[in-house]
């Protein structure tokens, strides 16, 4: 008769762990009120920049003269005016009196009633003196064609010479919300993983716990309940923030890589969880009461913060030298790399590395954790040092 294989009872003392994790944390009623308030709070952000826009409609303004047509042509490419065309200038004089139109252009007059603003008169001004060539380049008998490549100029080529920030205000809040959810989603599991571990050190149900359990099971099993609950918490946000982004039509008023950086912030998610988390358990254990936690996590807590931090200084200048190492060096690549990436254009290569690197660098705490884990965690009495700990037996 042969032996049974020991590996799914392996696997089933795992995933035993983290369904109780689940269970008990992720549908307590604190973590379902909690992820509500921060699904509203991220759609509410996504939709802000078109609440406070709001929807001022097509600019109306009325038109008379001789470069009318010509003009109306200019302001329909441009887009954005509700245009009247009238006989003569008078008449569009007092439809600007009447309130018909916000402004009117006639015979070289902009009319309106108090001013316009800056970037209407701007683009008024502009259209009036293309159209004016154009009218000019017509009575000097030159044909449509003649003048239609006249007045083709190809844009302006930008290069830019310094490293340069983000583009506008929609790019740094983009980088800032993407960089903020980051932070807090590893923050939230790393300090729940901690605590749990020393929770039930401290009770000493951990002791009854391994008499069926292998230590990585245990910790492996909290890890993955936790990083299950935080990671449907993500993609919730992602999900919401990306919904109401596309329903409102700012998604694609966004820089052009953001839509694809906030799917991949949840696989660098993933990876940033694996280093923190196994590392959060690890030093967890090396002390048995709840109020000597917040030492122990002190290091993980601070390489977080200057990560997190390291990210709003990224968005003013995304392709210095500075931002380029700080986004390919772990720790602080897990929120550097996607937050630079929602904003600028990152080489293949970059992210690449960045992704190894991370990655080598999420098993290494794999390793370390799980030692510290399993030689600490039925150690009793004051906080155990690093050292002490990884020498002790297994």
Same mark, same amino acid.
């Given at each position: 008769?042969?032996?049974?294989?020991?590996?799914?009872?392996?696997?089933?003392?795992?995933?035993?762990?983290?369904?109780?994790?689940?269970?008990?944390? =992720? +549908? *307590?009623?604190?973590? $379902?009120?909690?992820?509500?308030?921060?699904?509203?709070?991220?759609?509410?952000l996504a939709a802000l920049p078109t609440l406070i826009g709001g929807d001022e409609g097509d600019e109306k303004i009325g038109l008379?003269?001789?470069?009318?047509?010509?003009?109306?042509?200019?302001?329909?490419a441009m887009g954005g005016f509700d245009i009247t065309v009238y006989g003569t200038a008078a008449e569009a004089e007092q439809a600007v009196e009447d309130e018909a139109v916000e402004a009117a252009v006639a015979d070289g007059s902009l009319y309106s009633r108090d001013g316009v603003g800056n970037e209407l008169e701007t683009r008024l001004d502009a259209a009036w003196q293309a159209a004016s060539v154009q009218t000019n380049?017509?009575?000097? =008998? +030159? *044909?449509?064609?003649? $003048?239609?490549?006249?007045?083709?100029?190809?844009?302006?080529e930008f290069v830019t010479l310094e490293s340069g920030g983000v583009t506008g205000p929609?790019?740094?809040?983009?980088g800032l919300i993407i960089s903020i959810i980051m932070f807090m989603m590893l923050m939230t599991p790393v300090q729940y993983i901690a605590m749990g571990v020393v929770e039930e050190k401290s009770s000493r149900i951990v002791e009854i716990l391994l008499t069926s359990l292998?230590?990585?099971?245990?910790?492996?099993?909290?890890?993955i309940g936790l990083g299950v609950i935080s990671l449907v918490n993500l993609v919730a946000m992602v999900a919401v923030g990306l919904g109401v982004s596309a329903a409102t039509g700012m998604l694609s008023d966004l820089p052009p890589g953001t839509a694809s950086a906030a799917v991949s912030t949840v696989g660098w998610w993933l990876i940033a969880f694996a280093l923190f988390g196994t590392l959060a358990g690890g030093v967890g254990s090396l002390v048995s009461r709840?109020?000597?936690?917040?030492?122990?996590?002190?290091?993980?807590?601070?390489?977080?913060?200057?990560?997190?931090?390291?990210?709003?200084?990224?968005?003013?200048?995304?392709?210095?030298?500075?931002?380029?190492?700080?986004?390919?060096?772990?720790?602080?690549?897990?929120?550097?790399?996607?937050?630079?990436?929602?904003?600028?254009?990152?080489?293949?290569?970059?992210?690449g590395l960045s992704a190894g690197l991370l990655a080598l660098a999420a098993a290494g705490a794999l390793a370390l954790g799980a030692q510290l884990y399993k030689r600490s965690v039925l150690f009793t009495g004051s906080r155990l040092k690093l050292s002490e700990a990884l020498r002790r037996a297994a």
């Open positions: 008769m042969s032996a049974p294989n020991p590996e799914p009872s392996r696997l089933r003392g795992l995933l035993l762990v983290a369904g109780r994790e689940i269970r008990v944390r =992720g +549908l *307590s009623k604190a973590n $379902i009120v909690s992820l509500i308030i921060t699904v509203v709070i991220v759609g509410a008379a003269g001789a470069n009318a047509a010509a003009m109306q042509a200019q302001l329909d380049l017509a009575n000097a =008998g +030159l *044909s449509d064609q003649e $003048i239609a490549g006249a007045l083709s100029v190809e844009p302006l929609l790019d740094y809040f983009t292998k230590p990585w099971q245990l910790l492996g099993g909290k890890v709840q109020e000597e936690s917040g030492s122990v996590l002190t290091p993980l807590i601070m390489s977080l913060t200057v990560s997190y931090i390291g990210a709003i200084f990224l968005l003013n200048a995304p392709t210095s030298t500075f931002a380029e190492i700080l986004s390919l060096v772990p720790p602080f690549s897990a929120i550097a790399m996607p937050t630079r990436m929602a904003i600028a254009e990152v080489p293949a290569w970059q992210i």
